[in-house]
C-alpha cells in the first residue's frame, strides 16, 4: 500500500480579472467625524508584500495606509490588503444610487457579477500574474463602520451603526469587502490589472 502524500486535489473557481488597483494615500475615515474617498488612488500597477501594498501612481510609488511602513499606518497590520468585487457596488448602487466603483477603498477589485460571501472564499485566493501564481488565505469580512455606511447614503453626519442598523447588514458578510492575510509573503510581487483571480478549495 502506498502512503498518501500527494496533495490532495482541489476545485477551483474562476472569480474574474482584476480591474482596479488603488491605494489609500492617508486614512478615509476619523472615528465619528466622517468619511471621505478623496486619499484613495488609482494605481497602475502594484507591489505586494507581507507588510501590504504599494501602488505605482503618476510615475511614483505610493504606500497604503494599511501598510506598517506608511507615517500614519492604520489597523496594526490586521488589514494589509483588502478585495472588492464589481458586482457589490452594482448592488450598492441599487440600495444607495449612482457611487463610483473601489469608492470603498479595497485595494483589488475583481471583475464578478452578483454577491460573494465569505464562504466563498473559503480556500485560497489565488491572483494569477505574470510572474506566477500569488497565493493568498484567511479572507474575513471588512466590517462596515458608521461613518462608510453614513457616507454612502448621503448623510451630512455620522449616524450609529445602531441606528441605521438594517443598512449595515446590508453591508456585512462581504458587501463591504474582505481582507487578505499576506504575513506569509516572503518576496514582493507585482500585480497588474488584467490579472486573474480565482478560489482554490478542497
Same mark, same amino acid.
Given at each position: 500500500? $502506498?502512503?498518501?502524500?500527494?496533495?490532495?486535489a482541489?476545485?477551483?473557481?474562476?472569480?474574474?480579472?482584476?480591474?482596479?488597483?488603488?491605494?489609500?494615500?492617508?486614512?478615509?475615515?476619523?472615528?465619528?467625524?466622517?468619511?471621505?474617498?478623496?486619499?484613495i488612488?488609482?494605481?497602475?500597477?502594484?507591489?505586494?508584500s507581507?507588510?501590504?501594498m504599494?501602488?505605482?501612481h503618476?510615475?511614483? #510609488?505610493?504606500?497604503?495606509?494599511h *501598510?506598517?511602513? *506608511?507615517?500614519?499606518?492604520?489597523?496594526?497590520?490586521?488589514?494589509?490588503?483588502?478585495?472588492g $468585487?464589481?458586482? *457589490?457596488?452594482?448592488?450598492?448602487?441599487?440600495? $444607495?444610487?449612482? &457611487?463610483?466603483?473601489g469608492?470603498?477603498g479595497e485595494?483589488?477589485?475583481?471583475?464578478?457579477?452578483?454577491r460573494?460571501?465569505?464562504?466563498?472564499?473559503?480556500?485560497?485566493?489565488?491572483i494569477?500574474?505574470?510572474?506566477g501564481e500569488? %497565493?493568498l488565505?484567511?479572507?474575513?469580512?471588512?466590517?462596515?463602520?458608521a461613518?462608510f455606511?453614513? #457616507?454612502?447614503?448621503?448623510l451630512?453626519? %455620522? %449616524?450609529?451603526?445602531r441606528?441605521?442598523?438594517?443598512?449595515?447588514? $446590508?453591508?456585512?458578510?462581504?458587501?463591504?469587502?474582505?481582507?487578505?492575510?499576506?504575513? *506569509?509573503?516572503?518576496?514582493? %510581487?507585482? &500585480?497588474r490589472?488584467?490579472?486573474?483571480?480565482?478560489?482554490r478549495f478542497?
Amino acid at each position: 500500500m $502506498f502512503a498518501m502524500t500527494e496533495r490532495l486535489a482541489m476545485t477551483e473557481r474562476e472569480l474574474g480579472i482584476i480591474v482596479r488597483l488603488q491605494v489609500q494615500r492617508d486614512p478615509l475615515k476619523a472615528k465619528g467625524e466622517g468619511y471621505d474617498p478623496a486619499a484613495i488612488l488609482l494605481a497602475e500597477e502594484a507591489s505586494l508584500s507581507a507588510g501590504g501594498m504599494v501602488g505605482r501612481h503618476d510615475e511614483a #510609488w505610493v504606500v497604503d495606509a494599511h *501598510h506598517p511602513a *506608511h507615517p500614519r499606518a492604520r489597523g496594526g497590520g490586521r488589514r494589509a490588503l483588502s478585495i472588492g $468585487f464589481t458586482g *457589490h457596488y452594482e448592488l450598492m448602487a441599487e440600495r $444607495f444610487g449612482e &457611487l463610483e466603483i473601489g469608492c470603498g477603498g479595497e485595494n483589488i477589485i475583481v471583475d464578478t457579477p452578483g454577491r460573494l460571501t465569505a464562504d466563498d472564499l473559503t480556500g485560497e485566493v489565488v491572483i494569477h500574474t505574470a510572474d506566477g501564481e500569488v %497565493v493568498l488565505h484567511g479572507a474575513r469580512v471588512a466590517a462596515p463602520c458608521a461613518e462608510f455606511t453614513s #457616507w454612502i447614503k448621503g448623510l451630512d453626519e %455620522v %449616524v450609529s451603526k445602531r441606528d441605521q442598523a438594517d443598512d449595515v447588514a $446590508f453591508l456585512d458578510d462581504g458587501m463591504r469587502g474582505f481582507i487578505l492575510a499576506v504575513d *506569509h509573503l516572503t518576496d514582493a %510581487v507585482t &500585480l497588474r490589472v488584467g490579472d486573474r483571480v480565482s478560489v482554490r478549495f478542497p
